[in-house]
């Protein structure tokens, strides 16, 4: 437009007023140049001043409705974690809790009692938080023997007590168990019987009876072993004669010095068999163990020393001593695993070295899997191997055989 009115005025005006056109031309091409440039500013200003109303308008509706939607949303509740008051309490690694009663750790093994689901045993390695609302005897592995209220989560455990609150690694933890508990808590047994009867043209009678006893603390353990076999056959009078009796009876006392090493120091041994001439045979030993392996699954520990082994038969030959003794060697081993959830294998194997006159080599084997029928009951199947290297030959000249095998399947009761 400014072009437009300084070319109307510089050519359509007469040629005489050339300067005034000139002039007029001029002045009016400078004053529209600043008109339009006044006005494009006083536009483009408009324009911000009306995006940021927008923009502002746009955010602050963000805002709210960010604001409604967060209060509308649920909030992340916290962990939940019981307080120990009344009773102990364990979470697994699956998170469910597990409310009652902790019987004591060992071996990688807890033994919690609860009301609804009765007396379990749980590997070490699926415990993540434990908390007890009573006093503990807990076994630290380079530390010992320790005492005080007891908190275990993933990596740590908290023992506190009147004059100290201390954290340790949850991996030095040996053993522990309640504290000022009954001396009933502190025993685990199990029963197993075996029975078996015929008749007709056969009669036969037969059991065995094996009891596990077990007493744990924190940092000592005391075995007994029983295990007795009887078998009655018809002798063809009518009458049942006795062709089997033995009895076998063990029992140790071990000391946990660190997680895997412990010392025995007395460890007894009674055994009666005669049907292979054996009156008595009594072992008194001492001796040292280590764990192999303790991994929650699988158990293997070895022990063994030196012994003094004393022996008296039932008849020996003219002109031999009824009872003989000797010093020897002993050596124990226990095999336990899990082959599934429901079936375990277990392996003892006992084994003795003396002189010849008190049967030289002797072991003692029992192979065994047991079957989970409820809580605590269970099939037992055992394999027993009683071997005598240099049986002792009786008054009228026999010699019994060296070797007794036996299988055995019976229910079993643990408490």
Same mark, same amino acid.
């Given at each position: 437009?400014?072009?437009?009115?300084?070319?109307?005025?510089?050519?359509?005006?007469?040629l005489n007023n050339m300067p005034i056109k000139l002039s007029a031309a001029i002045a009016i091409q400078l004053f529209l140049s600043v008109l339009f440039t006044v006005s494009a500013a006083e536009m483009s200003e408009t324009y911000s001043?009306?995006?940021?109303?927008?923009?502002?308008?746009?955010?602050?509706?963000?805002?709210?409705?960010?604001?409604?939607?967060?209060?509308?949303?649920?909030?992340?509740?916290?962990?939940?974690?019981?307080?120990?008051?009344?009773?102990?309490?364990?979470?697994?690694?699956?998170?469910?809790?597990?409310?009652?009663?902790?019987?004591?750790?060992? $071996?990688?093994?807890?033994?919690?009692?609860?009301?609804?689901?009765?007396?379990?045993?749980?590997?070490?390695?699926?415990?993540?938080?434990?908390?007890?609302?009573?006093?503990?005897?807990?076994?630290?592995?380079?530390?010992?023997p320790t005492s005080g209220m007891l908190e275990v989560t993933d990596g740590k455990i908290r023992i506190s007590n009147d004059y100290e609150n201390k954290t @340790?690694?949850?991996?030095?933890?040996?053993?522990? /168990?309640?504290?000022?508990?009954?001396?009933?808590?502190?025993?685990?047994?199990?029963?197993? !019987?075996?029975?078996?009867?015929?008749?007709?043209?056969?009669?036969?009678?037969? @059991?065995?009876?094996?009891?596990?006893?077990?007493?744990?603390?924190?940092?000592?353990?005391?075995? !007994?072993?029983?295990?007795?076999?009887?078998?009655?056959?018809?002798?063809?009078?009518?009458?049942?004669?006795?062709?089997?009796?033995?009895?076998?009876?063990?029992?140790?006392?071990?000391?946990?010095?660190?997680?895997?090493?412990?010392?025995?120091?007395?460890?007894?041994?009674?055994?009666?068999?005669?049907?292979?001439?054996?009156?008595?045979?009594?072992?008194? /030993?001492?001796?040292?163990?280590?764990?192999?392996?303790?991994?929650?699954?699988? $158990?293997?520990?070895?022990?063994?020393?030196?012994?003094?082994?004393?022996?008296?038969?039932?008849?020996?030959?003219?002109?031999?001593?009824? #009872?003989?003794?000797?010093?020897?060697?002993?050596?124990?081993?226990?095999?336990?695993?899990?082959?599934?959830?429901?079936?375990?294998?277990?392996?003892?194997?006992?084994?003795?070295?003396?002189?010849?006159?008190?049967?030289?080599?002797?072991?003692?084997?029992?192979?065994?899997?047991?079957?989970?029928?409820?809580?605590?009951?269970?099939?037992?199947?055992?394999?027993?191997?009683?071997?005598?290297?240099?049986?002792?030959?009786?008054?009228?000249?026999? #010699?019994?055989?060296?070797?007794?095998?036996?299988?055995? #399947?019976?229910?079993?009761?643990? @408490?």
């Amino acid at each position: 437009m400014s072009n437009q009115l300084f070319h109307y005025l510089y050519f359509r005006l007469p040629l005489n007023n050339m300067p005034i056109k000139l002039s007029a031309a001029i002045a009016i091409q400078l004053f529209l140049s600043v008109l339009f440039t006044v006005s494009a500013a006083e536009m483009s200003e408009t324009y911000s001043d009306s995006d940021v109303v927008q923009d502002t308008k746009d955010s602050q509706s963000d805002v709210e409705q960010t604001a409604a939607t967060n209060k509308s949303a649920p909030e992340v509740s916290k962990e939940w974690i019981p307080s120990a008051e009344k009773f102990d309490w364990i979470q697994l690694t699956s998170n469910e809790w597990l409310k009652g009663k902790i019987n004591g750790m060992y $071996e990688d093994s807890l033994e919690f009692d609860s009301d609804k689901l009765d007396l379990l045993e749980i590997d070490w390695g699926d415990v993540r938080i434990l908390r007890s609302y009573r006093v503990s005897d807990v076994n630290l592995e380079d530390i010992g023997p320790t005492s005080g209220m007891l908190e275990v989560t993933d990596g740590k455990i908290r023992i506190s007590n009147d004059y100290e609150n201390k954290t @340790y690694d949850r991996s030095s933890l040996i053993s522990f /168990a309640p504290a000022g508990k009954k001396e009933l808590d502190l025993w685990s047994i199990k029963a197993t !019987l075996s029975f078996d009867a015929k008749k007709g043209n056969t009669d036969q009678l037969d @059991y065995t009876a094996k009891v596990n006893m077990k007493r744990r603390s924190s940092t000592t353990r005391f075995l !007994l072993d029983y295990i007795g076999n009887i078998s009655k056959t018809n002798g063809g009078d009518g009458d049942l004669i006795e062709t089997i009796n033995n009895h076998r009876l063990n029992a140790s006392y071990d000391y946990y010095k660190t997680r895997y090493f412990f010392y025995t120091p007395v460890y007894v041994e009674y055994y009666r068999d005669p049907f292979s001439n054996i009156d008595s045979k009594i072992t008194l /030993a001492t001796g040292l163990g280590y764990t192999l392996i303790d991994d929650g699954v699988t $158990e293997l520990s070895l022990s063994g020393g030196p012994a003094f082994v004393k022996t008296k038969f039932i008849s020996v030959a003219s002109g031999e001593s009824n #009872v003989e003794s000797s010093p020897g060697l002993w050596l124990k081993t226990n095999y336990d695993t899990e082959l599934t959830n429901t079936i375990d294998f277990i392996a003892k194997y006992n084994m003795q070295f003396s002189n010849k006159e008190t049967g030289g080599y002797t072991h003692h084997i029992i192979l065994t899997l047991n079957n989970e029928i409820t809580g605590a009951l269970d099939f037992d199947t055992s394999f027993i191997w009683d071997r005598i290297t240099h049986p002792t030959e009786a008054a009228d000249g026999t #010699v019994p055989f060296p070797d007794d095998y036996r299988i055995t #399947v019976g229910i079993s009761y643990t @408490y």
